[in-house]
């Protein structure tokens, strides 16, 4: 029978550091010393470089044994049961028993890899439970744009209820404060269209459509759906989660023991500021865009202030203004909408709350470019 040395001994001093040796002859092994996290190290190559086709190891002489130990063992005996051999593990005591057990029992199961060959059962499987997600969804947003109106009715029946310093709040925060960036996106919108126009244009000698080209782009289009678009971005994430960190510290709950309903107090001020505010946000980007386009048509083309305005006067029908103006409630009670239920949705931890919010811009974008898709082909079907 050879002995192994003792890992971790001292050459000099013996035994000064925590030692582990191993004995095998044949396929019995006797392990000694400390098997521990001190000497796990230098221990783990050679425990798993043990062979044999019915291993037992006898842990009889182990003076130390702590859960690093326990795990190299159950390592050796996956990785041998694995090549067809067996593994036995003799235990000195009722206490190393009982510990393998657990770390055995708190190693994680691994799931086996998927290597069956999906048919088209299976892609039709995905696709059906897709669009049944889509379908709860839209119902679920239904059912939300419902007691919102339910709630807004009920506050027209008793405006003694209604709490105004909500409102004011919301109207400054989603309104007030996303002036600037929509004032800043609809001037540079401007700028580019009234640049790019003039390229084109200039090859015709038609630079002075380059007006009619502004006002109906930003009038009509562009002017609402990018102020929704900023507004989705920063309102809808808001919404969620404010409410979503609401209801992660049972604010919630706490409402409904209080006899306070949550959708009075929490929905409708904000979906209420959001139709207040985003056709005034709308209006300030339409002003912004055509200035920003005038000024870099007098830059570019020569075409002055006023013949811009009066041409602008004269050739722009007023459809194109009502048009952009009719789609903004619309797009406020989507945005509004949407991210309050998703702040509805949020579980109790953040990362719930984190995965609520992304998802609540994302829909909300979506949904306003294919409400604003919709739009352009009932118009279009109308001749407006």
Not at 51 to 63: C, E, F, I, P, R
Not at 235 to 242: E, K
């Amino acid at each position: 029978m050879a002995e192994a040395p003792p890992i971790g001994e001292n050459a000099r001093t013996g035994s000064a550091k925590p030692a582990f040796g191993l004995e095998q002859q044949g396929d019995i092994c006797v392990l000694r010393g400390e098997l521990t996290v001190r000497t796990l190290g230098a221990a783990l190559p050679r425990i798993l470089a043990l062979k044999g086709d019915a291993l037992v190891l006898d842990l009889s002489g182990l003076t130390r044994f702590d859960t690093s130990g326990a795990w190299a063992l159950l390592k050796l005996r996956e990785q041998q049961q694995s090549a067809g051999h067996d593994v036995t593990l003799h235990a000195q005591s009722a206490e190393q028993e009982a510990l393998i057990t657990r770390v055995e029992q708190a190693i994680p199961d691994m799931p086996a890899p998927d290597s069956t060959r999906h048919g088209i059962q299976h892609y039709l499987a995905v696709v059906g439970k897709a669009v049944v997600g889509v379908g709860r969804f839209l119902a679920e947003i239904l059912a939300m744009l419902g007691v919102f109106l339910a709630r807004l009715a009920y506050l027209a029946r008793h405006p003694s209820q209604f709490r105004l310093t909500a409102l004011i709040y919301h109207a400054d925060q989603v309104g007030l404060r996303a002036v600037p960036i929509v004032s800043l996106m609809a001037f540079l919108i401007g700028v580019v269209l009234a640049f790019q126009g003039a390229v084109q244009l200039r090859q015709f000698g038609a630079e002075i459509f380059v007006v009619d080209l502004i006002a109906i782009s930003i009038l009509r289009e562009l002017g609402i759906l990018l102020t929704a678009i900023i507004v989705a971005g920063r309102t809808a994430s808001s919404f969620t989660a404010a409410i979503g960190s609401m209801k992660m510290r049972e604010e919630i709950d706490a409402m409904n023991t209080l006899a306070i309903d949550p959708a009075t107090v929490l929905f409708v001020p904000r979906i209420l500021a959001l139709l207040i505010t985003l056709p005034i946000l709308g209006m300030i980007a339409n002003v912004m865009g055509l200035f920003g386009g005038a000024l870099m048509s007098w830059i570019e083309l020569g075409i002055s202030p006023a013949m811009f305005l009066t041409r602008l006067i004269e050739d722009t029908s007023m459809d194109h203004v009502l048009v952009g103006f009719v789609k903004a409630p619309v797009f406020a009670l989507i945005i509004g909408v949407i991210g309050c239920h998703a702040g509805t949705q949020v579980g109790g931890n953040a990362e719930s709350l984190g995965q609520q919010t992304s998802a609540a811009v994302v829909r909300a974008i979506f949904a306003v470019i294919v409400a604003d898709a919709l739009f352009s082909v009932f118009f279009a079907m109308m001749d407006i």
